[in-house]
């Protein structure tokens, strides 16, 4: 078990709502631990996937169709499904940031509290037909309803009844990220922040036990892979170094929409402006 670390509240500014003691089991080589204080870093090597990751579905529907079932589909908790939709907004079609406010999320969680899914990111573009396909990567958290609705027309975009099966626990606690940076040779390494950096350039690769600013070189582009689901999803972007900042070098995709405590974070880490 992982000792509590004391950090420095002022360099980093995060919500202690993102602290946890102990480990993420994602079977990915590493996690962040993030806190009022700060964030941690460690290593997990070598660890299978999660049977999460291997019941993973997925699906589609098109905005204008006929409506899902009233009796929906199930998923189990900690998979993940992506629903693509081609949404019509009239002569003026807005960016996918935008289109995302326009889809409603409604969660019924059997316990009362709080939600049964996330969106993890988006993407997409406009069609041939003046209408906006768009692609959402949705992670189930805890048994009961979900839905996506397209406010405009009140479309059923997705809709599902999450439950457990096999003894199954929800995983997800809203404490944990991780990320993860490519070397551009298609190898990621953990980012290593158990020194409390201030930004990312600051942190180490745990793997090779050197700092973040000499593995990723002033100018490169890299892909920075980050974690923050019960499903165990990755959301990838590409960010390019840009002296002592960096910056993303496309829009898409949206990244964590329903998390925007995370996406601070990650800002704030990364030095985006």
Known sequence: ??????????????????????????????????????????????????????????????????????????????QAVMVTVDLDFGPSIPSIADALREVERRSQPDDGRGRTF???????????????????????????????????????????????????????????????????????????????PASILDASIKEMGIPVRIFWPDGAERQVTCIYSACGCPVKVMVKREGERTARTKDLPVMFPDDPAVVTIISRLMQWQ
């Open 1 to 78: 078990m992982l000792k509590d670390q004391k950090l420095n509240p002022k360099r980093a500014g995060m919500p202690a709502a993102l602290w946890r003691r102990g480990t993420l089991g994602i079977g990915i080589a590493g996690m962040v631990l993030i806190s009022g204080a700060g964030f941690l870093i460690l290593a997990q090597k070598n660890q299978p996937p999660p049977a999460a990751l291997k019941g993973s579905v997925s699906g589609t529907n098109t905005a204008g169709s006929t409506p899902l079932s009233t009796a929906p589909p199930t998923m189990n908790i900690n």
């Open 118 to 196: 996330a969106v993890l990111d988006a993407y997409g573009e406009p069609t041939s037909s003046g209408k906006l396909h768009m692609s959402m990567h949705v992670s189930s958290e805890k048994p009961g309803a979900g839905s996506l609705i397209f406010r405009r027309t009140g479309e059923v975009l997705w809709q599902s009844r999450i439950v457990t099966t096999n003894g199954q626990a929800p995983t997800f606690t809203g404490k944990n990220l991780l990320i993860l940076i490519d070397n551009a040779e298609g190898k990621t390494f953990t980012v290593d922040g158990s020194s409390n």
